[in-house]
């Protein structure tokens, strides 16, 4: 037993410079040991679900678009394809084609961004400097393809928005060489460099029946030997038709989410390349009516991060009655404490950046009931703004007098 | 009196040690960006960040020991201004120099980490206490090292007196060659010193913010900038005094360009072994000192005696 003086706890977060986004880790610590961890989340929330309500479905393919800014196309084609298995839309060949083409440029450029942020968790900013500068080469294609660098709206309702020109194409292959060349450096750096193995190995380590008990998803799932991908179980888009082999990894640590992550980006140059040589004449959209009928469905994508789940219900209108989002981050950061059991302060940024988390893509406000069905706690307007002048009162803060002098001015 | 004031304030003490620390911060960040495929600061950037930090407000946390807090920085800089008047630099005499100064000059290098140590403790913040405490932990790993490796050429010169290890060297160059190994650890070890990647792990930024100056701002924060940016000239000087005693006798002038050449190879190495690694964490860096660092510079330590039956 650890005696509870010895314990030190240090907040890492809200605002942390190991986060990109706002989350809280509450990290106990007996010298560097760790031995406990609270994690808090909901500084992000932005309200997307609700917000979805009271738009069209054109208009919230712009907003999903925006769930998350480094894989939107993921968020806004999981969308898409609900509200198409609604309306009994069938999407083109090529309008398929063209969706899973932008689909792996997405991976490419996420992967190369969480190689680039791992390395600077661990303080090995020469890495990440090097393959920020190779994801430009990615970034410069989707701007290219579609006019923007992140949320490129290159989905409509029905197919693409996007047709993809013959020196497009010569362009894209040219970029995807270049790629190739570059990641096997980054896997022969990956197997080399001892700091870089002696920072990653056995770090965060997570086995294959807590990572089924956890549900864990996407690459972090597969570097512990789960194989599992939404691409292959559950085809969407032309994954039926376009061979590729899903990347597993038997370390079970950050080292072997490394491993996947690289090992998949390999994988995406494969399919790049098949997609352009095989891509089929015809429509790249399909008409969508204005208004869907009533109906929901659920929808699965592989993002970049793991299985993006969307549920949608239609009610006969020209905006949806009900939008769920349930993004991979959410998923993964429940494996995040287990990974850290008897770790090292050190291996708190790394590892949570491992699973290549996306805070506010994640934040969704859920009521929280017992478990006997009674007492739910739910908070009026009314209520949560009685209950924050209360707060700032009982901390010596009060408004009333800033408030009275405000409203004398405004006379 | 007048020319010891002027010796100790502008050259070659603090002024002229703090533009020279300048330059050679300048000279680090543009390796260290041109090696990560980076643009790089333009040459004046380390003299506006001191223009402008100087410039900002000194906050003293309420917890803090007022007066630890403000005398640390001074302390730091000091003891690396002072460190270095017993350092020959370009000639093979340095400013002071008495019987035993290479384990002054070691003492007083030792004096800015210990500062960074109080300045963490005292700041009470929870990110500068283990900055501290990590500060601490790591200096016990490379010091023994480092000490081994300064005095060992001495046991060959017979002297501890860095100036007459100097001519000695000089007077015999092809011994030089005896040292390697403990060149080797005695770059090692300034990286660790100086809080370089990777064994910056007293400020990694993603575990701790800052570590031991995460509290600092202002004119005290700019005074620990200044005392690492002269503990890396100081630094690299006395590596050069004792492991490449050349060109010295060429005279002031070209003497001078020799010691900057020098400083200057010791930075290229540390900047490059700076690129090519990831920060360690503490206990790795603590076993990897221990179970390489240390035996190579005992081991400096016996060709060292070895050479010394037979020389001379």
């Known amino acids: ?411 | 009196m007048a020319a010891s004031i002027i010796e100790m304030i502008v050259f070659p003490g603090f002024v002229f040690l703090g533009v020279l620390g300048m330059i050679f911060e300048y000279v680090d960040r543009i390796l260290y960006a041109r090696l990560q495929n980076r643009k790089g600061p333009p040459w004046f950037q380390p003299f506006a960040d001191f223009i402008k930090l100087a410039a900002k407000e000194d906050i003293v946390p309420r917890e803090a020991d007022s007066v630890m807090f403000k005398v640390t920085p001074l302390l730091a800089a000091t003891a690396t201004v002072v460190a270095s008047f017993y350092i020959p630099l370009w000639g093979p005499a340095a400013l002071h120099s008495f019987a035993g100064d290479a384990v002054v000059v070691i003492y007083l290098l030792t004096i800015p980490t210990m500062s960074f140590f109080l300045a963490g403790w005292y700041s009470t913040s929870l990110y500068s206490t283990v900055g501290a405490v990590r500060t601490i932990t790591q200096l016990f790993a490379y010091e023994v090292p480092l000490f081994l490796v300064i005095l060992a050429p001495g046991i060959l010169a017979k002297t501890w007196s860095l100036s007459e290890m100097a001519a000695f060297y000089s007077a015999h160059p092809l011994l030089c060659l005896s040292n390697v190994v403990g060149f080797v650890v005695a770059i090692v070890a300034l990286q660790g010193k100086l809080e370089r990647i990777p064994f910056d792990i007293p400020e990694a930024e993603t575990e701790i913010v800052a570590g031991t100056f995460t509290e600092y701002s202002g004119r005290l924060l700019v005074l620990f900038r200044l005392a690492i940016s002269i503990e890396t000239v100081v630094g690299a000087a006395l590596i050069s005094a004792v492991f490449l005693p050349f060109g010295y006798g060429l005279g002031a002038a070209w003497g001078f360009v020799v010691f900057i050449v020098k400083i200057a190879f010791v930075m290229v190495i540390l900047a490059v072994f700076k690129t090519s690694v990831a920060r360690l964490r503490i206990e790795q860096m603590v076993n990897f000192c221990w179970k390489y660092v240390a035996p190579a510079a005992v081991l400096q330590l016996f060709i060292s005696l070895i050479l010394s039956a037979f020389v001379g």
Request: neutral net charge; glycine residues 8%; contains cysteine.
């Open chain 1, 1 to 411: 037993m650890v005696n509870p003086e010895k314990i030190v706890k240090i907040p890492i977060g809200p605002q942390h410079p190991a986060l990109k986004e706002p989350a809280c880790f509450t990290v106990s610590l007996n010298g560097e040991k760790l031995v406990d961890l609270d994690l808090r989340l909901g500084y992000n929330h932005r309200g997307v679900e609700k917000a979805a309500e009271g738009r069209t479905y054109t208009q919230n393919m712009y907003l999903f678009e925006r769930v998350c800014g480094i894989c939107s196309h993921s968020h806004a084609t999981c969308f898409i394809q609900c509200v198409e298995e609604v309306a009994g839309l069938e999407v083109p060949p090529r309008g398929r084609f063209l969706r899973t083409l932008i689909g792996e440029l997405e991976r490419i450029h996420s992967h190369f961004l969480w190689l680039g942020v791992a390395a600077h968790e661990i303080g090995f900013d020469t890495l990440l400097m090097y393959s920020w500068r190779d994801r430009e080469v990615v970034m410069d294609l989707l701007a290219m393809l579609t006019g923007n660098r992140v949320n490129y709206a290159a989905n409509v309702i029905g197919g693409a928005k996007h047709d993809v020109t013959d020196e497009q194409k010569a362009a894209i292959l040219k970029a995807v060489d270049t790629l190739e060349e570059r990641t096997k450096y980054y896997i022969e750096v990956a197997s080399e460099e001892t700091t870089l193995i002696a920072r990653l190995s056995n770090v965060g380590r997570i086995s294959l029946e807590d990572v089924k008990r956890l549900g864990t998803v996407g690459p972090t799932a597969r570097a512990s030997g789960l194989s599992q991908d939404a691409r292959r179980d559950d085809p969407y888009a032309a994954y039926k038709e376009v061979p590729f082999s899903v990347i597993t990894d038997t370390h079970c640590d950050v080292y072997g989410r490394t491993l996947v992550r690289v090992g998949e980006l390999m994988e995406s140059y494969k399919i790049i390349r098949y997609v352009l040589q095989n891509l089929p004449d015809g429509p790249i959209a399909a008409k969508a009516p204005r208004k869907i009928p009533a109906g929901e469905a659920v929808s699965r994508y592989e993002a970049p991060r793991g299985e993006d789940v969307h549920y949608v219900r239609g009610n006969g209108t020209e905006k949806p009655e009900r939008v769920r989002v349930r993004a991979p981050t959410m998923v993964n950061l429940l494996s995040v404490p287990k990974m850290l059991e008897g770790n090292n302060l050190a291996d708190v940024p790394i590892t949570v950046a491992a699973i290549d988390p996306c805070f506010s893509c994640t934040d969704r406000a859920i009521r929280v009931a017992d478990a006997d069905g009674g007492n739910a706690q739910v908070f009026s307007w009314e209520e949560s703004r009685r209950f924050g002048i209360d707060w700032y009162r009982k901390n010596g803060v009060d408004f009333t007098d800033v408030n009275k002098r405000l409203a004398q001015r405004l006379k």
